[in-house]
């Protein structure tokens, strides 16, 4: 039996607010040889790229699993499931028709589908570096709205451009694995290219009520002093606005635009074309100040020692298995800051990622995480920021890309060698707490 940790009733959120818990085809799904491969099985069988040196070819085998999990989504009470619909798998033979069961047993169950049309696992064959992948996701994304458009809720063209970017070309640390620094812009540029050719395929396909989900995190300055103000200025530049800005003001921040090919005026006309929605993930903060002369180990990546900022450890705070820092607040903060900058052009926002990595069944830590949020959530409501929604990272513990299974983020426990389900104590306070929200 588990204890349930005893805490205060979370506020009333307005009637229709949306909840819900996120997923990913590559980090659930498994059935790796029933679908084309994408550059993330590539970069796994490179020796040493997976820390655990595991794989993702049968992950929580959602894919024959899925029932079991649409029941434990049914069981939680939330109204919608965001999942990402494999591009490479769609490519593949058969691949189409599993969406399209697992999203009919979701509308069984009463849990609305929310797709997300990349999460990072793109076919092998194709490159962001090339502009042509733009036009590639658009096809893409027309076919999945044919096919399952008239039972899906909501859709999300890409999942966080800038870790994809970050990551997989300029820092190594995911697939595709290069290490381009500055030169990975165009993949930026690309991605965001490919969200506005899906927002108008998607459109034209006749789907509506579109989004993105963007990472944001506030940057702190390590100090008021001017070099540090400027280095996280930068840093901020780099993983926050380049890519909200394009979006949402239909312009590069400062100094981006001329480092990019083609022609960045025309191409911005297309990236901005209106959202319904804007979804943010959101996981820490970040402290940065001026440049060390250092390499810098961070959050599992070494960073190289010529960048124009450094990140610094955030003191002060309880930090999850993972070792992210745990700041409720700075959530409330993004998202003020991101009604500030942005205004009437920020559409409603939906939070399609939050969440944390602890051991354990009896979590009772991510019990404390979720609370703190949600919580944080609704101070920015009261401050007047039009959130529509919430969705948890993850519904289950799965492939945490290149931490492989060491990272366990789920409200329910997997069993890697039995690939049993059980509901951590996380689950069961999320169900009571959506069970004393006042819903439509
Ligand atoms: C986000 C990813 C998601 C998951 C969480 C922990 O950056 O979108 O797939 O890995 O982090």
Redo the contacts with the bound molecule.
Sequence with gaps: MIARMATNPLPQFPPGFLWGVST?AH?IEGAAEERDPSVWDAFTAEPGRIKDGSTAEVACDHYHRYPEDVALLAGLGVDAYRFSVSWPRVNSPGGLDFYDRLVDELCAAGVRPVPTLF??DLPLELDWLSRDTAARFADHAAVVAERLGDRVMKWITL??PA?HTLLGHALGAHAPGRRLLFDALPVAHHQLLAHGLAVRALRAAGAGDIGI?N?HGPTWAASRRAEDVEAADFYDVLLNRLFSDPLLLGRYPEGIGELLPGDVESDLKVIAEPMDWYGV?Y?QPTKVGAPEGTEIEFSGLTLPADLPFSVRELEGYPVTDFGWPVVPEALTELLVGLRERYGDRLPPVVIT?N?C?YEGIDDQERIAFLDGHVRALHRALEQGVDVRGYFV??LMDNF??AEGYA?R?GLVHVDYDTLERTPKASYAWLRDALRAQARR
């Design positions: 990913s980090q999460h990072w999942n966080e870790e989900a990472s993930n996981y990622e969440g990595s990272w993850s945490e890309w990272r983020f």
